[in-house]
Structures are given as C-alpha cells and as structure tokens.
C-alpha cells in the first residue's frame, strides 16, 4: 500500500502505525493466557482440592484471564480520548454484575421452595 | 446397499406430510427457475461479481432487504397456517405436532430472521450515507456478516424439509428442548442456525458502533448527527452486551445435547430455570435493539414530512441511550410466575414501567413535532401515523402486564400474545416498512407507487387490530398460548374467527406490497436526489439517487444538526458553501472469502446436527483457510482515479 494522507479513515488497511503490541508481548500473553486455562483444568481434573477451594481456583484464575486479554490482546491501556474504551468497560462491568447477582438473586427461590 | 439408502433417506427427509411434499415440489421447482434464468441470461458471473462478493454497503443492505422479505412471506405463511388452524373449533387441518414446530419457526424466524436483517437492511443502507461515510468501518467484516446471517437463516429453514423442524416454542425452553424431551435434530438446527447468524450480528453490532463513532464527516459532532444514526448506535451497544448472553446459553444447551452435559437437564444437577434466566437476558433487550432503530426511523420520517425540526432532539438522544440500558434490568418480566420472592418481582416490575416513561418522551416529541407543522401524507408518514395509535395501546397493555400480581392472570395468555404483536408489528414492522419506504427511492432510484401503497397501508392497519383485538379477549377468557385446538364450549369461536380474518387481511396487505414493488420496478416515478419534494434534511438527500459508488465525490463539511437543510437555506438566501477539490476515492475491493467463509459454516452447523464429524472437519478446516487466506491478502483496496470521479458525476448530472 503506498503511503497518503487519509484524513477521515476509510477503516480498511491500517496505515497509521499505532502501536497494536509486539510479537513479544503477544507471545507472552498467549502462555499466561494458557497457563491460567491449565490451572483450573489439572485442579478440576485431579480433584486436588476441595469443592470451595476450586471455586475460589476458577475465579481467581477467570479474572487473571480477563486483565491479560484486556491488556495483551485488547491494549486497553492505549488509544487516545475521548476514552471510548473505558466507557465500553464500565458499561461492560455494569451489566455483567447485573447478570450474575441478578442470577443468583432470582435464582435462589430455589432455595426457598425446597 | 438399497435399502440402507431407503433408511437413510426416511430419516433424513421429512415425510408423510402433504403440505411438505407441496413445499418439496416448490422449493425443487423454484432452485430449477433460478438456475435457469441465471443460465439463460448469462447472469452467473454478474451475479458473483456484483452481489456474491461485494463488499458494498450499499448492495449488502438490499440483500439483506430481500433475504428479510422472503423470510417476512415464510413467516407471514406460518401464521396464516396457524390461523387457519385456530379459525374454529375441532379445525383437522393441523395435527399438534405439526402446530408446535409452525409457532416455533415462526416466532424464531420473525424475530431472528426477519426483524433482525430487515433493522441490518436499514443500518446498511442508511447510516454511512446519513453520517457521510464512503463505506462502513469494516467493509469485509459487514459481508461476512450478512452470508454468516443467510447461512444460519438457511439452516433453520432447511429443517422444513430435511430432519425436521424444532418444535420447542421459540426460545426453546428445556426440558422439552433437552433430548429428553426433543431427541430429533430439529432443535440442532436451531441452535446452529442461531448461533451462526448471531456471530453476524454481533459482527453488525460493533462494526456500526465503530462506523458512527469514527466516521462521521468532519464537523459533525456526535450531538449533531442525523436520530436515526443515534437509534442504530444505541442498538448496536445493545448488541454487543445482549448477544454473548444468547451466544454461551445456547452454548450450554448444545453441550447439554450433544456432550450429555448437565446445565439445564432436570438431573444430575442440572436447573432449567437457570435457561429461562439467561436467555431472557438477552430476549428482554433484543426487542428493544429492533424497536430503537424503528423509533429513529419515525423521527426521521416526522420532521420531513412535517417540514420541522425534530421537537426534542436532546431529549431523544438521551431516551434513547436510556433506553438502551434500561433493557438489561427487566428480564425477570417474561416469567413473573416462576415463583421467585416478592422482592423479586416488584424489583423488576418498578424497572419494566420505568421503562415507559423515555418511551413516553419520544411519542410526545413527535407530536409535539407534527403540531403545527404542515404535514404531507406520502406513504412513510402513513405508516408512521398508523405506529402511534398501535403502539401506545401496545405500551399501555405492557404496563399492565408489568403489574407483576396481575401477571399471574395474563401469563402466557392471548392477551400476551396480542401485546407483543401489538408493539412488534405496530413498533418494529411499521417502522421498518415505513423506514423502507422513506429510504426506498434513495437505494432503487425510483419511488414506490403511492396508490397500491395507500390499499396496503389500510389493509395492513385494519387488519392488524380485527386479528389482535379479540385475541386481548380471548386470552381473559382464557384461551393460553399454543394451544392447537379448542372445542365449542369454550366460547372462543367468534372470537378466533374474526382474528383469523384480520390476518388473512394482513397477508393480503402484503400482497399489495409485492404487487406495489412489481409495479413501480415498471411504472415507478423517477426519483431526484432529494427525493421527498425536496424536503430531505440529513446528508443522504444531498447526493444521487441510486448514489454511485463511492457514495459521496467530496466528504461533505458539516456545520449544523440536520445539515442539508441548511445547506438548502443558505442556497437560497445567496449563500454558497466553498466547493472542495476532489481527490483520489480510497475504496476496498471486493472479495469472495465472506462468501466462502460462511458457507463452510454452514458445513460445520450441518455437520453438528448430523453428528457426522466428517462434515464437521471439513467445515473448521475450510473456515481456518479462510482466515487464513484473509490475513495473507494485502490487496484489499483500490482508488478511483479522480476523472472517474467527474465523469460518474457528470452522467448523473452534477459538474465538478
């Protein structure tokens, strides 16, 4: 592609060269991003702990995995304003609380009935 | 050997149905046609080059427009099959079976298959002409899009004729969609088909998003663009946090049915309830993601035609955006007789009425618009007055099934079912209809005929309420939803018989559309760029109509909300805005991975029906390939030269 000056972006081919992360840090993130699949898996698998301690294995580990997709693969920490990106999150945090309190606040009339 | 093939065959073909056999003969002979058409005129390598493999906005948006017209005919024809059903008591035309697979397809393919490309129609062929953009943010991605919706669209549609169609109401509640209780692969083929086109969908969804949000023509702030753009956004943020949610609960069935998972089975720990839960959680905001567009459409559509400025603006904005939000706090709403606690329930009965009141904001701001305003009645107003009365009436029933006590009396009554027919046809497909009219001539180039639109407009709105207002009665009588059958001493015949007139009024209605469309392709007035009197107030009306290719020869500057408008008024007070040099068009090449890429899809969902691994591999590989023969393309643009520019220009009669 030759290089121009495409003042309003036509969204195919990226010619600006905005930092999108290095082979590098792709590569780290794409092992961390394994090894915390693989944890919960070998405790599930082996049953080497108990039913609360692998919960708390499952979650812990789910949550390492959403910050290393957010900053490895989604570069949340780069762009410029306005901050789209963290509005899209905050909204995102929003509504995934609302669905797993809200399910285990609507679903714990089964705990009522029986 | 011949008899493992006639096995093989019996299973694999739905049999033993007349009207089945009909459909057999007529989709035979309807692929025959085409094939022959496509041969005879020489239409195959036109038919690839300029439709298969486009990447155009433009061009996706009207296929989408007709894949949603065929589905709007299938499943107009499944109604009207149920209301033949239902017209009297002890009817034999059905048998319960055959019912229950009718009012699956057709919920499923209504919402899912027709409302939802018929809103994709109207993105694509709108927003990047109202925003001033040349194509959309991810041109190749929107193509992917629509062949990844046709697949899944063909894939549920298949199940008519070959294993058979899903019978487990539309959001396929287990354990009756468990294979306890749906061993056949009707409810696999749902699930595939589903899940194919909605990765389209969210692929549609944050395309948009990214469209809207770094697109726009210099100058136009986000406060000053166009309400429809602003409904597509506030859609499209809908999307992107409702369809993960159907995405993994349908997932979960899947491994439930194919795996001998637990999640949802009333086994080995497994809760059905937990599938209602979620999948409302999506199904609550997905109405809403198709009736917000339509809302954009009808303050487009008011303030031409009323020749106003919309009344309201900020306040629309910002219902809108509530809106949006909103829809993900009240899907406790569909299944008030579950038997949660109190607190429950009032939770999300207060959040569903709270509901009402942005809702409320925008149906005044259009009145408010259209009072005083000199109003012309051309067919898009037409429609957009039919919405009002419907919807209102729609909301307002709504509100009373949002009395959660109440509730416990409405439920799965006929009175539901006339409620969110009243805002799914009064809301979303008059405001699809009327959006297609409105932006018809700037797609086709030519205006739909008024007079046969007038006799569907009436026959359409009559219709609607002689088939949805009894069914508010029937349901306090009593009558439940998907029932097949009832006998005389019910009481319920006058009742059912007069609905069943009203839809057959409502097919009619369709029928004159179809026929309005054949002859306005023969007959139709030529249209001008500015094709509504030259009323039009957003950017879309300032270029040709068909707009050429690239959309727009110079990216326009804006200055105000409702640009053109202005543009017009300077113009006849003297003032000219400055002209601008034209450059080179940076534009994307078309390419045939979409295509390709879908239709191994469609390998892949056939295959997990099937259980045929085989089909399954070949389908995965074929769908690496593809992206890996897309991240390996480097020649995906191309720009036209500037003297193509003015002689394209120049033929539709605009000098540069």
Partial sequence: MSPHSDSHGHGHGHHEEHNHGSLKSYTIGFIISIILTVIPMLVVFNGLMSRTGTLLVILVTAILQLLVQLFFFMHINEGEKPRYNVMALVLGFVIVITIVAGSVWIMSFNSVVQ | ?656
């Fill in chain 2, 1 to 656: 050997m011949l008899d493992s093939i006639k096995d093989f065959a019996a299973d694999f073909f739905v049999t033993g149905d007349p009207l089945i056999y009909g459909a057999d003969v007529s989709i035979a002979l309807v692929s025959i046609a085409i094939v022959f058409v496509l041969t005879y005129f020489k239409k195959w390598k036109w038919l690839w080059r300029e439709w298969l493999t486009t990447v155009d906005h433009k061009k996706i948006g009207i296929m989408y427009l007709i894949a949603s017209l065929l589905m709007l005919f299938r499943g107009g024809v499944d109604a009207l099959l149920m209301r033949t059903q239902l017209a009297l008591p002890n009817v034999e035309f059905l048998q319960a079976d055959h019912y229950n697979a009718i009012f699956t397809t057709h919920g499923t393919i209504m919402i899912l298959f027709m409302a939802m490309p018929m809103m994709f129609a109207l993105f694509n062929m709108v927003v990047p002409l109202q925003i001033g953009a040349r194509d959309v943010a991810f041109p190749f991605l929107n193509a992917l899009s629509f062949w990844l919706f046709l697949m899944g669209a063909m894939l549920l549609n298949v199940s008519f004729v070959i294993g058979g169609s899903p019978d487990a109401g539309w959001l396929s509640y287990p354990p009756l969609s468990e294979l306890s209780g749906s061993p056949g692969v009707g409810q696999d083929f749902y699930i595939w088909g589903i899940q194919i086109s909605g990765i389209g969908s969210l692929a549609t969804g944050i395309n948009f998003i990214v469209t809207i949000l770094k697109m726009r023509a210099p100058g136009m702030k986000l406060m000053k663009m166009p309400l429809f753009s602003w409904s597509v956004l506030s859609a499209c943020i809908t999307i992107l946090f409702a369809f993960p949610i159907l995405t993994i609960t349908l997932a979960l069935l899947f491994l439930d049915r194919y795996f001998g998972a637990h999640f949802f089975t009333l086994d080995g720990g497994g809760m059905s309830m937990m599938y209602v839960n979620l999948i409302w959680m999506w199904g609550h905001p997905e109405v809403y993601i198709v009736v917000l567009p339509a809302f954009g459409i009808f303050s487009e559509i008011v303030a031409t035609f009323s020749k106003k400025t919309i009344f309201g603006y900020k306040s629309m904005v910002f219902a809108m955006m509530v809106i949006s939000v909103l829809s993900f706090f009240t899907w406790v709403h569909h299944f008030f007789t579950m038997g949660s606690s109190a607190d429950v329930n009032s939770f999300f009965a207060i959040t569903t009425m709270a509901i009402a009141i942005p809702t409320g904001v925008k149906v005044f701001n259009w009145l408010f618009t259209m009072f005083r305003g000199r109003i012309s009645f051309q067919s898009p107003m037409l429609w957009t007055m039919g919405f009002i009365p419907c919807f209102l009436v729609g909301g307002a029933t709504g509100v009373m099934l949002a009395v959660a006590p109440a509730d416990f009396q409405y439920h799965n009554s006929y009175f539901l079912i006339a409620h969110f027919h009243q805002v799914l046809i009064g809301g979303v497909v008059f405001g699809y209809l009327a959006g297609i009219y409105y932006w018809w001539p700037k797609l086709f180039g030519f205006k739909l005929d008024e007079k046969r639109g007038r006799w569907a407009f009436w026959t359409w709105n009559i219709g609607f309420y002689v088939c949805f207002f009894p069914q508010y009665f029937l349901g306090l009588d009593g009558m439940t939803r998907r029932v097949y059958t009832y006998g005389w001493d019910r009481g319920w015949a006058a009742l059912n018989f007069t609905s069943t007139i009203g839809a057959f009024m409502m097919g009619i209605g369709f029928l004159f559309q179809v026929w309005q469309i054949a002859y306005s392709v023969r007959k139709g007035e030529r249209a001008t760029g500015d094709a509504w009197g030259g009323n039009g107030r957003t950017l879309e009306w300032s270029i040709p109509s068909p707009p050429p290719v690239y959309n727009f020869a110079v990216v326009p500057q804006v200055k105000h909300a409702d640009d053109w408008f202005h543009v017009k008024e300077d113009k006849a007070k003297g003032i000219e805005r400055p002209k601008q040099q034209l450059e080179p068009i940076h534009m994307p090449k078309n390419s045939a991975i979409p295509f390709v890429m879908a239709s191994f899809f469609f390998l892949v969902g056939f295959g997990f029906t099937f259980h045929w691994t085989w089909m399954i591999i070949v389908g995965a590989l074929g769908v690496f390939g593809s992206l890996f023969a897309r991240s390996f393309s480097y020649d995906v643009d191309y720009y036209i030269p500037v003297d193509e520019v003015i002689e394209t220009e120049r033929k539709l009669g605009r000098s540069y």
